[in-house]
C-alpha cells in the first residue's frame, strides 16, 4: 500500500485499503491535515467513503471544496472507472458520488486522491444551511437509482 503526497496541489494519493489513520499520520508529518480524526474513525478509506465520509468537514460550510478530488474504482461489470484528479468545478459530472456514501452499491473504490488542508489555516466558510440534508427518496428518485444499477452492471 502507497501513499503519495502532492503538496502543491494539496492531495494525498492512497490506497482504498489504506487506514485513515495512516493515512492522516502521513500527511501530519508535511503540517497537513484531512480534517478527521481518525480514531473516531478507525476503518480504511474505501470503507470511510463508501460510509458518506463520517467525521469529515460539513460540505456545506464550502461547496467548492471536495473531499474526493480523483479516484480509481471498479464497477459492478468489472470495468475500470478512472477520474483524474482536479477540482470539482472542472470536470463535468460528478462520478466520484458513485462511491461516496454509497456502500459499494456502484463502483468499488481501488484508489482515492483525498483533498488535505494545511493545519492551523482558516478555510472559508458559507452561510448556515437550514434545510434538511437527508431527505427520503421519492418513487421517482427510487426508480432512477434502480435504472442506474441496470446501466452500470452493463458497461
Same mark, same amino acid.
Given at each position: ?20 489513520? =495512516? ?8 503540517? *497537513? ?18 460510509? +458518506? ?34 477540482? =470539482?468545478?472542472?470536470? +463535468?459530472?460528478?462520478?466520484?458520488? *458513485?462511491?461516496?456514501?454509497? +456502500? ?6 481501488? =484508489? ?5 488542508? =494545511? ?20 418513487? +421517482? ?15
Amino acid at each position: 500500500m502507497t501513499i503519495a503526497l502532492d503538496l502543491e496541489s494539496l492531495l494525498v494519493d492512497a490506497s482504498a485499503d489504506e487506514t485513515l489513520a =495512516r493515512v492522516e499520520a502521513a500527511v501530519k508529518r508535511a503540517g *497537513l491535515t484531512l480534517d478527521v480524526d481518525p480514531s473516531a474513525h478507525p476503518m480504511t478509506v474505501g470503507a470511510w467513503l463508501e460510509a +458518506g465520509a463520517p467525521g469529515a468537514r460539513d460540505v456545506w460550510l464550502d461547496p467548492a471544496d471536495q473531499i474526493l478530488a480523483g479516484m480509481d474504482a471498479l464497477l459492478p461489470s468489472g470495468r475500470k472507472l478512472v477520474v483524474r484528479p482536479a477540482p =470539482r468545478r472542472a470536470v +463535468g459530472p460528478d462520478l466520484t458520488a *458513485l462511491v461516496v456514501g454509497c +456502500g459499494g452499491r456502484y463502483a468499488k473504490l481501488v =484508489r482515492a486522491h483525498l483533498r488535505v488542508h =494545511r493545519v492551523g489555516v482558516a478555510r472559508p466558510k458559507t452561510a448556515h444551511f437550514a434545510w434538511g440534508r437527508n431527505p427520503e427518496l421519492t418513487d +421517482g428518485e427510487s426508480a432512477l437509482l434502480a435504472a442506474l444499477d441496470g446501466k452500470l452492471s452493463s458497461l
